[in-house]
């Protein structure tokens, strides 16, 4: 259990290394209300990727678990305790638990950048409070949604109203460990689902100790479970189970498909997948503020250590300014250099664990065998600590067929690529599987709007790289995904229309 008093007394004095070292917290899975062991008595290593040091072990859940979670969401469902609650009442407990996140926001920042490496500063200002404000802008809607009257003319009264799934299983990855948990949470809880989640294996903490969180806010005991455990074991239960009503993915391409695939042939059960990308920010060169786009570039790779799913990871720029802007990139680049992610003053911090660095270090040297040059970085840092470092890397000399411009390396990464007309860079920009998210730059406004129509992508942004806001909706094109996460539009995907008509002749 969290050692509350610990985390809250004097909290502001001590360093984040020695609060590392105090802090207690839950490894168990959550089923119905309680932590509970694995029914297998299974656990995993869970290691800290900025030292390469096995920090706790945690339940290995799997199909076992997996069908008590699902019964006791589906026990919470039928027995109407969240579904059939007052609206305002539903709206006041996800508040309630919205502000119990923000009230422990060191304690689950800190489990966070412990578990998956990022800067402790990113996890304070950007994850927690990110999950905490997504799961009250959601709570806030659950009493303003009207459902529809058709037009049905004077002889029939037909309602179309949208009702809950049931049981909602999710599947989420270590990247926002809790805040791409809390883009499903959200809509899920308030549109009335009960709701399984399954972490990944290598940031399980936060989910784990939110559950707690959410039942001690006043969720019903069953609505919420956590079933910590492996894609190949828990992932793979969750997603094929038959009494599953619908599965929410986040992760990459080739797992999403995996999960499609055994939501078709257990029980058709809806499957919402939000993947990979490898997303073109195109500068022209009529644009005038090249630090400007520079800084964009540069953050849009290198923030949370290039693992983004959104990723600014291929720079398809005008051959005239190509030189001027890289330079500001790589300048940029060099002052975030990789440190401790329990130091406040970090930008970058380390990679998951090992199998990703090597993935990243494979990257590095595929771009350089294929002929493309480092411009910048390029290296693993401080391999004495243990962890996993690499710092910002910038390639240039990029063609449009080697692997580092058309594969996800989740890395900090940039691939640079010139073009001498828009056209062509817009050619260049599609032609990948991904669709995920686009960029331009342009002071031509009918330039902007012509390539943002054009890029086949979910978000497109014009004179700016990652803005994010609750209300706008976000996932991708072609095969970076299949529905949409935040804004009203997650609605759809948790909830089925059903038409009721009445005979009024
Ligand atoms: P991953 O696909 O390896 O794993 C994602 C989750 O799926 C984990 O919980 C994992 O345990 C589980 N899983 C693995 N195999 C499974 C199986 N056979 N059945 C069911 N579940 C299984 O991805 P990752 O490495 O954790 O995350 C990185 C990927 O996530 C990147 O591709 C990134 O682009 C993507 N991502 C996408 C978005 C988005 O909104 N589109 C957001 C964040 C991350």
Redesign the pocket.
């Known amino acids: 259990m969290p050692a509350e008093n610990t985390m809250t007394k004097s909290a502001s004095e001590k360093s984040w290394q020695q609060r590392a070292r105090e802090i207690s917290f839950a490894t168990q899975a959550f089923i119905d209300g309680r932590f509970v062991n694995a029914a297998s008595g299974a656990t995993f290593d869970n290691v800290n990727p900025a030292t390469g040091r096995v920090f706790c072990r945690v339940a290995s859940c799997d199909t076992a678990d997996v069908d008590l979670a699902v019964a006791a969401a589906r026990a919470a469902f039928e027995s109407g305790s969240w579904v059939n609650m007052a609206p305002k009442a539903r709206k006041r407990i996800l508040q309630r638990f919205a502000e119990s996140i923000h009230k422990h926001k060191e304690e689950l920042a800190l489990l966070e950048t412990l578990d998956m490496g990022k800067p402790i500063s990113d996890s304070l200002k950007v994850d927690i409070p990110g999950a905490a404000s997504c799961i009250e802008w959601y709570a806030e809607a659950i009493d303003k949604l009207y459902d529809e009257v058709a037009p049905t003319g004077p002889d029939a009264l037909a309602t179309i109203t949208r009702e809950p799934m049931g049981v909602v299983g999710a599947?989420?990855?270590?990247?926002?460990p809790l805040l791409?948990a809390a883009?499903k949470i959200g809509p899920v809880l308030a549109a009335g689902n009960s709701f399984v989640l399954?972490?990944?294996?290598?940031s399980p903490l936060t989910a784990i100790r939110v559950a707690q969180l959410a039942v001690e806010s006043g969720i019903p005991e069953g609505v919420f479970n956590v079933v910590p455990?492996?894609?190949?074991t828990?992932?793979?239960a969750?997603?094929?189970h038959m009494d599953v009503d619908c599965i929410a993915?986040?992760?990459?391409?080739?797992?999403?498909k995996?999960?499609m695939q055994?939501a078709a042939q257990s029980n058709m059960k809806r499957a919402w997948?939000?993947?990979?990308?490898k997303s073109p920010n195109i500068v022209l060169a009529d644009y005038p503020d090249l630090e400007r786009a520079a800084t964009a570039a540069a953050y849009g790779i290198f923030f949370n250590q290039g693992?983004?799913?959104?990723?600014g990871s291929r720079l398809i720029v005008h051959e005239r300014i190509k030189d001027a802007l890289l330079e500001k990139v790589a300048a940029i680049g060099a002052k975030l250099k990789p440190g401790d992610p329990l130091d406040p003053a970090t930008r970058l911090g380390a990679i998951?664990d090992e199998v990703?660095l090597k993935r990243v270090l494979e990257y590095i040297e595929s771009g350089k065998t294929e002929g493309a040059r480092v411009y910048a970085g390029g290296e693993r840092k401080l391999e004495n600590t243990g962890g996993y470092f690499v710092e910002p890397t910038v390639f240039d000399g990029v063609q449009p067929t080697m692997r580092i411009a058309n594969e996800?390396i989740?890395g900090p990464v940039l691939a640079t690529i010139t073009f001498k007309d828009v056209n062509q860079a817009i050619a260049i920009a599609n032609n990948v599987i991904y669709g995920?998210a686009a960029a331009v730059w342009t002071r031509d406004i009918t330039i902007a709007h012509r390539t943002a129509r054009a890029l086949r992508a979910g978000t497109v942004y014009v004179n700016c790289y990652d803005a994010d806001d609750i209300t706008v909706p976000?996932?991708?094109f072609k095969q970076?995904?299949i529905g949409r996460?935040k804004s009203l539009h997650a609605f759809d995907k948790y909830t089925e229309l059903k038409t009721t008509w009445i005979d009024l002749s």
């Open positions: 599947i989420v990855p270590w990247n926002f791409m883009w399954k972490p990944s294996e290598k455990g492996f894609g190949h828990a992932g793979q969750l997603s094929s993915f986040t992760g990459s391409t080739a797992t999403g995996r999960v055994s997948l939000e993947c990979g990308g693992e983004m799913c959104s990723a998951v990703q996800e989740f995920l976000f996932g991708g970076s995904g996460d």
